[in-house]
């Protein structure tokens, strides 16, 4: 039943969120729903059944109320600091970096239930590739804010970026600086073949299929080993 909540409303278009409100719960209720964790009432699932009727002629249409709120320039800023903070290193090549941002992108949004960045994340063979990335850094390399590198990571040629200016903490909150210090803290020294394989058995990338943008809600439904998030405060 769970299962099938959960399918349904990706089908119908609706976050989490818009769905709880529409029950008349919490949100933390709802995804204890989702997990298998609370069971409905029948007046419950009689409003559940309307709600689904009632957006059927919704359910062939691609549109989706939780589509990544941009946020290029936070991005920008994120980069810089990621690179201050780590990009010598000899392991943070371009495909690390492709890593670390989406942990901090989804264990934010797992954990806070708010953006941070909101990149665009599509599964590829290798991972999670943030869309935007390649735009962006060529921007920012046209300006002089990062220069791009060559080098060798054991008998890997590597692409690197270093910045050339310092970021701008000022558009990053407390909560938002905190969590890119615990990503880069536990994956910065990971090789790019051991994140790779990480992201592999994350469910966000398990759950999408080949070339399709990965929706941030999954990051609801992780294996213990990457979730951020006490569920059993709900």
């Given at each position: 039943m769970a299962t099938k909540i959960h399918k349904q409303r990706i089908v119908c278009g609706l976050s989490q969120e818009e769905m709880a409100r529409r029950l008349g719960m919490s949100r933390p209720t709802f995804i204890k729903i989702e997990r298998g964790e609370r069971k409905l009432t029948k007046e419950e699932q009689d409003k559940l059944a309307r709600i689904f009727a009632s957006l059927e002629e919704y359910q062939q249409s691609d549109m989706r109320i939780n589509v990544p709120q941009k946020n290029l320039e936070k991005f920008k800023q994120v980069l810089l600091y990621v690179l201050q903070e780590v990009g010598a290193k000899p392991n943070v090549g371009m495909t690390v970096l492709y890593k670390l941002l989406y942990f901090i992108d989804f264990d934010f949004y797992e954990k806070h239930e708010e953006q941070l960045m909101g990149l665009t994340y599509i599964k590829n063979h290798h991972g999670p590739t943030p869309r935007e990335f390649v735009s962006v850094v060529e921007e920012m390399k046209t300006k002089g804010e990062i220069i791009e590198v060559k080098s060798k990571y054991f008998a890997h040629e590597q692409k690197k970026f270093l910045p050339n200016i310092a970021p701008d903490l000022s558009l990053l909150n407390g909560e938002e600086v905190d969590m890119i210090n615990d990503v880069l803290q536990r994956y910065s020294d990971r090789?790019?073949?051991?994140?790779?394989?990480?992201?592999?058995?994350?469910?966000?990338?398990?759950?999408?299929?080949?070339?399709?943008?990965?929706?941030?809600?999954?990051?609801?439904?992780?294996?213990?080993?990457?979730?951020?998030?006490?569920?059993?405060?709900?």
């Open positions: 090789s790019a073949s051991m994140l790779s394989d990480m992201t592999h058995r994350d469910t966000p990338w398990k759950s999408t299929v080949d070339g399709k943008n990965i929706d941030y809600e999954l990051a609801f439904y992780r294996p213990e080993e990457f979730s951020v998030r006490d569920y059993g405060e709900l």
